[in-house]
């Protein structure tokens, strides 16, 4: 993988669309019950939260952002066409659901449900890097969030995996398309809230 963002500084930048994805398709098995549904303490639950993220994004010139979505198997949400397939059975659904509906859109902008301390100036700084190149960009060895190019190379990856022909990883994913590493951010935006403890220690 590259690690090298240099290089990215003297590259044009092309005008892209870009679509937000809150992945909310897991069992939330270790929670016990649905965690998109915890409510945080400034009033919103995790999902209003993760799309919250996307609301008035002051993204850099030339990135149109289309209307959020949302993966899982819930109202108003793009169910997986594969079962259990995991974040990329829920990239799977929504590149195909982009398509049947002939959506012109260049990359997605990833975002998990169990992540509410993101910050919008993180999701910024995935539009600028993203935009300059032709690879996944995500911090360091997080691999999510991330901005991740809707283009062929991705969606025969994103099918085959849902088929079971490939491994259905988001790290393998990225080794395939080829991945810009960002610095890793300072401080605690990487929590997962998985567990109930999880859910308890968080402070926002």
Not at 123 to 129: D, E, G, H, P, Y
């Amino acid at each position: 993988m590259t690690t090298d963002i240099d290089r990215t500084e003297s590259i044009t930048v092309i005008p892209k669309r870009a679509c937000p994805v809150v992945l909310a398709g897991g069992q939330s098995s270790r929670m016990g019950r649905d965690k998109a549904l915890l409510e945080l303490s400034n009033g919103r639950n995790l999902l209003e939260q993760a799309k919250w993220l996307f609301e008035d994004l002051d993204v850099p010139t030339g990135l149109e952002l289309m209307p959020t979505l949302v993966s899982g198997k819930r109202p108003g949400a793009i169910a997986d066409r594969v079962p259990e397939a995991g974040p990329l059975g829920g990239l799977q659904a929504i590149a195909e659901h982009l398509q049947q509906w002939a959506l012109p859109c260049d990359a997605l902008i990833v975002v998990p449900v169990d992540m509410p301390l993101l910050s919008r100036s993180l999701i910024r700084q995935l539009c600028a890097a993203g935009q300059a190149v032709e690879q996944a960009v995500c911090f360091g060895d997080f691999y999510l969030p991330c901005w991740l190019p809707l283009n062929a190379h991705c969606r025969s990856y994103l099918d085959a995996a849902a088929a079971g022909h490939a491994i259905g990883s988001m790290r393998a994913l990225f080794g395939f398309l080829g991945c810009l590493q960002l610095p890793v951010p300072d401080g605690d935006w990487h929590l997962n809230v998985n567990r109930p403890q999880d859910f308890q220690q968080l402070k926002l």
